[in-house]
T-cell receptor, first 112, second 113 residues
């Protein structure tokens, strides 16, 4: 079993839809959670960074962390064609050097 | 505006011919990372520097080396590239080892012919 599981998609939605992207994980030591957006042939861009459980909102993006269920989500409101990209979750935690562990990414396609 | 800059964006090298990829940062972060990302896969950490302290991942092949001559620059050397080393190579930085909010460069896409 992978430490971080993420559905690869693709997830296809019409413009304006609410998008829900999710990751599950197995390591209870994880306490830092990130979402990255990666356009084709580009580097990952940090979208959201959260510590421990709870919600964080930034514009059209909301990140949720449920540590009790080992489940994190990224919601995108009023999705736009420019949101079409691969979304990677990443997380870390524990003692010593806190290596980022990535999901494989979910490809999102928003059609006009 | 670019904070983590990778050069070149695209690199073609011959099988077995040494190649060097470069990364620079304007964030003054202590930690610099090199990741390898193959198509539709998660980024895989190769190694990281905490200041001048080099840390290799256990499963990183000996073929991959790195240098960090100063805070701003870090290089990835592939001594004898094989066809299996074709990938996107990503440089990232974070302020400290405990703060894993990592910022990535645009990547270098390596092709081995």
């Amino acid at each position: 079993q992978k430490e971080v599981e993420q559905d690869p998609g693709p997830l296809s939605v019409p413009e304006g839809a609410i998008v829900s992207l999710n990751c599950t994980y197995s390591n209870s030591a994880f306490q830092y959670f990130m979402w990255y957006r990666q356009y084709s042939r580009k580097g990952p861009e940090l979208l959201m960074y959260t510590y421990s459980s709870g919600n964080k909102e930034d514009g059209r993006f909301t990140a949720q962390v449920d540590k009790s269920s080992k489940y994190i989500s990224l919601f995108i409101r009023d999705s736009q064609p420019s949101d079409s990209a691969t979304y990677l979750c990443a997380m870390s935690g524990g003692t010593g050097f806190q290596k980022l562990v990535f999901g494989t990414g979910t490809r999102l396609l928003v059609s006009p | 505006d670019a904070m983590v800059i990778q050069n070149p964006r695209y690199q073609v090298t011959q099988f077995g011919k040494p190649v060097t990829l470069s990364c620079s940062q304007t964030l003054n972060h202590n930690v610099m990372y090199w990741y390898q990302q193959k198509s539709s896969q998660a980024p895989k950490l190769l190694f990281h520097y905490y200041d001048k302290d080099f840390n290799n991942e256990a499963d990183t092949p000996d073929n991959f080396q790195s240098r960090r001559p100063n805070t701003s620059f870090c290089f990835l050397d592939i001594r004898s590239p094989g066809l299996g080393d074709a990938a996107m190579y990503l440089c990232a930085t974070s302020k400290t080892r405990g703060n894993t909010e990592a910022f990535f460069g645009q990547g270098t896409r390596l092709t081995v012919v």
